[in-house]
């Protein structure tokens, strides 16, 4: 008989809690994904002009810091402050897809959507959605790119990128929760299961150890030749806030 309280218990209270946790680690994974994705177009083939996300969103983080702080750290530590501005925003956005999973997973659990794989992919498309609305009209107009990024003369490129990135994003989501769904979620109850969750589980470590790499790399390589996609919006944000402490 299992305890309650063991990692492995079928009680419905440990159940749920036990969704609710890989529902976190499902939605982080699916960001990575997402980020890793949407930095390599960024490097290969974005137009040049266009950001990619995470430097969408150090635009706008940079516009919210306080003048004085920000032009001091540009000022004295010149690209090391934004390179960690940057490797911040991008654990953050791991961060927020975990969040996301979260509250994809107590979608499905309240059965809101109803119940079975199709409740997995409603609740993660609308929250996917919520992603989406925060992109286009939260981040891109503090970023100065418009709301739904109208004052930029890549709107369609930009648009496109974030449906792509919340789109991926709840499509990893629901695979991966497809997946842990035969590993995570109920008990193995032979030396077979035991191998077959084994097996499945180092994959999946695999995957989030190669993807991490990928999107550290790739961001190693934009913060070392943000040529290769011609972003000018950070330079331009950092010299107008250093410009306006030095009237301060």
């Keep these: 008989m299992q305890d309650s309280t063991s990692p492995y218990s079928t009680s419905p209270s440990a159940i749920s809690s036990r969704r609710l946790r890989l529902g976190g680690r499902n939605g982080a994974l699916a960001a990575l994904l997402a ?3 949407d930095l390599l177009w960024r490097v290969v083939v974005a137009p040049a002009g266009v ?16 003048t004085a702080l920000f032009g001091w750290a540009t000022e004295n530590l010149g690209s090391l402050a934004q ?10 956005i791991v961060a927020a897809g975990a969040w996301a999973g979260n509250i994809a997973g107590v979608g499905v659990a309240s059965q809101r959507f109803g119940a079975g794989r199709n409740a ?16 286009v009209a939260g981040v891109f107009p503090l970023a100065r790119e418009g709301f739904f990024a109208s004052g930029s003369g890549y709107q369609g490129v930009l648009l496109a990128q974030a449906a792509l990135f919340s789109t991926l994003w709840a499509v990893a989501w629901v695979a991966l929760g497809a997946m842990t769904n035969a590993t995570g979620e109920l008990p193995a109850q032979g030396a077979h299961d035991v191998e ?10 695999v995957g ?15 913060a070392r030749t943000p040529v290769a996609g011609d972003t000018e919006a950070q330079p331009q944000v950092a010299a107008e806030i250093v410009s306006r402490a030095r009237l301060n």
Excluded: D, K, Y
């Excluded at 950001?51 to 306080?66: C, F, G, M, Q």
């Excluded at 997995?120 to 992109?135: C, E, N, P």
């Excluded at 989030?208 to 934009?222: H, I, N, P, Y």
């Design 120 to 135: 997995r992919l409603f609740a993660a498309l609308a929250v996917g959605l919520v992603l989406f609305l925060i992109v």
């Design 196 to 205: 077959r969750v084994s097996r499945r589980l180092a994959l999946r470590n």
């Design 83 to 92: 390179n960690a501005l940057f490797a911040g925003v991008l654990v953050g």
């Design 51 to 66: 950001p990619s996300i995470p430097e969408t969103v150090v635009t706008a983080v940079a516009r919210l810091t306080p």
């Design 208 to 222: 989030a150890a190669g993807l991490t790499a990928g999107v550290a790399f790739l961001g190693w390589r934009l």
């Design 35 to 37: 980020l890793f994705v």
